[in-house]
């Protein structure tokens, strides 16, 4: 399986607009905290990146005790973490192999991020190892076999290749979340519309979504070149787009 080296793409990942307008407060970790009354809680954003979801829930929960870690395993993006939020723990680490006693977190988040870890099974033991015994694991990414007509899959076919052996099913995530004897609560959120090719050249020609960065150059420019010549000859060119997220919690019992 191929790893996006995002050392190389750190400086420009916050280019795209969509990854910060689209956080939200986190209403699971709200549930949480509403529900599991404690003097301080323990809150662990996992392959944190640059900081866009500590940034916006620092702000949301401002004034509640909660203690914010944040790790990553590119310094990189661990360093434009570090701009953007205060008091928060940041650790440079593998998912494999957390720097942390065990059961100490309440939350974990981990967006957009477990379909990079090459060794998916040590990375779901380690995170029920430091999650607290009533704590909540929360994964959230795009559900790619709910989504093959993804625009990045329309202009770059190889990139869904790439996905494929990156993605696990749902089914598997939940399985392998279960047979940890985690209590879980899977969905997915779909969603088909007509997209204009227009608002979306710029994401592509910025090559910061990570499997653009695993198919080859050929294959890229190749891409590139059909959204242009589609613009070129219909500057308000539609394709039909999908698009699923899953949504995922898990609870330790």
Not at 56 to 79: A, P, R, V
Not at 120 to 144: D, F, M
Not at 206 to 233: A, P
Request: hydrophobic content about 35%.
């Amino acid at each position: 399986m191929k790893i996006t080296n995002y050392s190389k793409i750190a400086e420009k990942y916050d280019k795209n607009q969509y990854r910060a307008n689209e956080i939200r407060l986190d209403f699971d970790l709200k549930q949480y905290i509403e529900t599991n009354s404690k003097a301080e809680y323990q809150v662990l954003d996992l392959s944190c990146g640059t900081g866009l979801y500590l940034e916006k829930q620092t702000n949301n929960f401002e004034g509640l005790h909660i203690k914010w870690n944040g790790l990553d395993l590119s310094e990189q993006m661990l360093n434009k973490a570090k701009e953007k939020v205060e008091n928060v723990e940041f650790v440079k680490a593998d998912v494999v192999d957390m720097p942390y006693v065990t059961e100490t977190f309440d939350f974990i988040s981990n967006n957009y991020a477990f379909h990079h870890y090459s060794d998916k099974e040590q990375a779901l033991n380690e995170i029920y190892r430091v999650l607290t015994k009533g704590g909540i694991y929360k994964l959230h990414n795009i559900a790619i076999h709910d989504m093959p007509k993804w625009w990045v899959y329309h202009y770059f076919p190889t990139a869904y290749y790439e996905d494929l052996k990156r993605y696990w099913t749902k089914d598997v995530i939940f399985n392998e979340l279960i047979s940890r004897g985690l209590e879980v609560n899977l969905k997915i959120e779909y969603r088909m519309e007509n997209i204009r090719v227009m608002d979306f050249i710029d994401y592509a020609e910025n090559r910061d979504i990570s499997v653009l960065t695993l198919i080859n150059d050929k294959d890229y420019q190749e891409g590139i070149e059909r959204m242009r010549y589609d613009l070129k000859t219909n500057p308000n060119k539609t394709i039909a787009n999908d698009f699923a997220e899953m949504f995922c919690i898990a609870k330790k019992i």
